[in-house]
């Protein structure tokens, strides 16, 4: 079985699922995972978490993300893109320095409503289930940050954007808030996903690729080891008589290891502070998994484990 994280392009058609269902025949291997959802008509990167590091899963859906979209000035659709069914159309009769106005002005933290047509759940129901039963409910608005927005073009009635943005943000909607603040309505007309964390567009392989490489047995050379994910932490190793504890995924003390940034240098003191993680190993050097420090009882309590199978 492969370990590790692989860099995967989406296209176009293709549900995250999808992605997942197709490498599991290619690797035959089922333990596979994806790291957050995709729509069928947006494309670009979606790391896949292969084996143990499927446990990696709800860390990289935290990532921020990097995006490229079109959005298309005049047009309100029931999806907030282009594929869905148009609600309204209007005359766009703004100007460039209205639209960069507008975009900016959504530049930092706001409460987003999520569209009807997304994978949240309400009162255990997915809401694109309800939408497509014809059913519109009351969402909650979340809070999103919008780190930046690089206009790249505007030749109205399209602008074309690069996003970078948290979690839990729908470009859809964002190009839809924009259209609303304009008072003309937007919908996205294309997206691509560029970056995911670590993860970028001119690193990612199509599934074609990945099952060339797989047949020439060199696809491992493309995958991302557990291990490497985590090499910005600290690095701490345990004392032999710890290994028994942190073999077991029990919380360790500080005097239970040393401490290094990397594999093989002499141990120093590390600055330790509450939520910090670190990246440990047993005595032999098998790297165990992640830990993180509590200030309160000053240990470090297991986060994330890769020992198991």
């Not at 994806?34 to 979606?46: C, I, K, N, R």
């Not at 859809?172 to 937007?186: A, E």
């Not at 008589?241 to 995924?249: K, M, S, T, Y």
């Not at 290891?257 to 190993?281: A, C, D, H, S």
């Amino acid at each position: 079985m492969i370990d590790g994280v692989l860099n995967v392009y989406k296209e176009k058609g293709y549900t995250s699922h999808d992605v997942v269902a197709k490498l599991r025949g290619i690797l035959h291997q089922k333990k596979i995972g994806h790291t957050g959802t995709l729509d069928p008509e947006a494309e670009g990167v979606l790391p896949v978490c292969l084996g143990k590091a499927t446990r990696l899963c709800d860390m990289l859906t935290d990532k921020n993300k990097t995006y490229r979209t079109v959005l298309l000035l005049g047009k309100e659709t029931d999806t907030q893109d282009i594929s869905g069914k148009v609600l309204c159309e209007k005359k766009v009769e703004v100007t460039e320095e209205e639209v960069q106005k507008a975009i900016q002005s959504l530049i930092g933290s706001y409460a987003q409503i999520p569209p009807m047509y997304s994978a949240i759940k309400v009162n255990g129901k997915k809401l694109y289930e309800l939408a497509r039963a014809g059913k519109v409910v009351e969402r909650e608005a979340r809070m999103v940050t919008i780190y930046e927005i690089e206009i790249e073009s505007i030749n109205l009635p399209r602008v074309a954007m690069k996003v970078h943005c948290s979690k839990g943000t729908y470009i859809r909607t964002l190009c839809y808030d924009i259209g609303k603040k304009l008072g003309c309505g937007g919908t996205m007309e294309s997206l691509l996903r560029i970056k995911v964390g670590r993860f970028l567009k001119e690193d990612s392989l199509t599934l074609a690729e990945i099952e060339k490489l797989q047949n020439q047995g060199v696809l491992e050379q493309r995958i991302i080891s557990i291990e490497e994910m985590f090499c910005q932490y600290p690095y701490a190793v345990t004392q032999p008589e710890a290994d028994r504890l942190v073999h077991n995924g029990n919380p360790l003390n500080i005097k239970d290891m040393w401490f290094q940034t990397e594999p093989g240098l002499k141990p120093q003191p590390i600055n330790l502070k509450q939520g910090k993680q670190v990246r440990i190993y047993d005595s032999q050097g098998q790297f165990m998994g992640v830990y993180q420090w509590e200030q309160e009882k000053a240990r470090l309590k297991p986060k994330k484990m890769f020992l198991g199978g």
